[in-house]
Structures are given as structure tokens and as C-alpha cells.
């Protein structure tokens, strides 16, 4: 069970990436769909952008919880479907064990 303060953080860093992917889309930096975005939330589970989901119209209830293998732990749907993370969270698994920091 999560604590007051770990809730707070996920909530802000939702809200962190919600910001940076409507930026993204704003610039022309990534059209519909393209890109991720990923931070770490914790030492066992990231928060990331989900697959086919549009940068310019995410929300932070889009926002997908996984762990260091990539697996789903949270999601919400989206629609008709369950909101799942996009086949890069691979290579962002990998940079993050690369460089735990």
C-alpha cells in the first residue's frame, strides 16, 4: 500500500508528463501517437506513456504503472480497450539499468 506522499509524487509526475508530451505535440515534435515518455517511480515500477494514444490530447489517468520488466501493474482504459505501455518501454528498461541514476 502506497503512502500519502508516495500517491502525491505519482499524481505530480502524471501531471509532469502530461505537460512535456502537449508540449511535444505543440512544437511539431511528434505527430499523434509518436514518441514516450518514461520516468522512474521508485526503485521497482516507472510510469510511461501508453501505446496509441495521442501526445497532444494524454491526460494523467492515461498514464500506465510498470515494472522493471515492463509489465503492466496499473492501467486504465481507454475507450474500449485496456491502455497498455509501447513496445520502446524495452529500450527505456534498459537505459534505466543502465544508468540507475
Same mark, same amino acid.
Given at each position: 500500500?502506497?503512502?500519502?506522499?508516495?500517491?502525491?509524487?505519482? *499524481? *505530480?509526475?502524471?501531471?509532469?508528463?502530461?505537460?512535456i508530451c502537449r508540449l511535444m505535440w505543440e512544437k511539431g515534435f511528434v505527430a499523434a501517437s509518436d514518441g514516450n515518455v518514461s520516468v522512474r517511480l521508485g526503485d521497482d515500477r516507472l510510469?510511461?506513456? +501508453?501505446?496509441?494514444v495521442s501526445k497532444g490530447f494524454?491526460? +494523467?489517468?492515461?498514464?500506465?504503472?510498470? #515494472?522493471? #520488466?515492463?509489465? +503492466?501493474?496499473?492501467?486504465?482504459?481507454?475507450? #474500449?480497450?485496456?491502455?497498455k505501455p509501447s513496445s520502446e518501454i524495452l529500450l527505456h528498461l534498459e537505459v534505466y539499468r543502465q544508468r540507475p541514476d
Open positions: 500500500m502506497s503512502t500519502y506522499a508516495e500517491r502525491q509524487q505519482e *499524481a *505530480a509526475l502524471r501531471e509532469e508528463i502530461v505537460r510510469l510511461t506513456t +501508453p501505446s496509441g494524454l491526460s +494523467p489517468s492515461h498514464v500506465v504503472v510498470t #515494472d522493471m #520488466d515492463g509489465k +503492466p501493474v496499473r492501467s486504465f482504459g481507454h475507450g #474500449d480497450r485496456q491502455l
